[in-house]
Nanobody
Framework: QLQLVESGGGLVQPGGSLRLSCAAS????????IGWFRQAPGKEREGVSC????????NYVDSVKGRFTISRDNAKNTVYLQMNSLKLEDTAVYYC??????????????WGQGTQVTVSS
């Protein structure tokens, strides 16, 4: 059974850091692009970052460029999102999702349950 499990969320002060993990089970990630998404209360879900299956293509939403870094470890079947210099507006539930090979704004077929990130002083 294909499953994605996010972890690493929590409460952090502005300027702090968190590393989110997305662990896959029931399949191998190496043929999949992985996207990180977030949804804040009362807002639509937005794409945060995506890494292609090869790792050769990475993109970020403008609001996190220079602060967040996506990476993947196929040996561990896990993708990470390193989040630095966190801001209040980064508060959201963060989800990972997969689609075949390349990043896109659509076509993500499997989703994790989400992990809460709260940035607050």
């Amino acid at each position: 059974q294909l499953q994605l499990v996010e972890s690493g969320g929590g409460l952090v002060q502005p300027g702090g850091s968190l590393r989110l993990s997305c662990a896959a089970s029931g399949f191998t990630l190496e043929d999949y692009a992985i996207g990180w998404f977030r949804q804040a209360p009362g807002k639509e879900r937005e794409g945060v970052s995506c890494i292609s299956s090869s790792g050769g293509s990475i993109n970020y939403v403008d609001s996190v460029k220079g602060r967040f870094t996506i990476s993947r470890d196929n040996a561990k079947n896990t993708v990470y999102l390193q989040m630095n210099s966190l801001k209040l507006e980064d508060t959201a539930v963060y989800y990972c999702a997969v689609r075949r090979y390349v990043c896109s704004t659509v076509g993500f077929t499997s989703w994790g349950q989400g992990t809460q990130v709260t940035v607050s002083s």
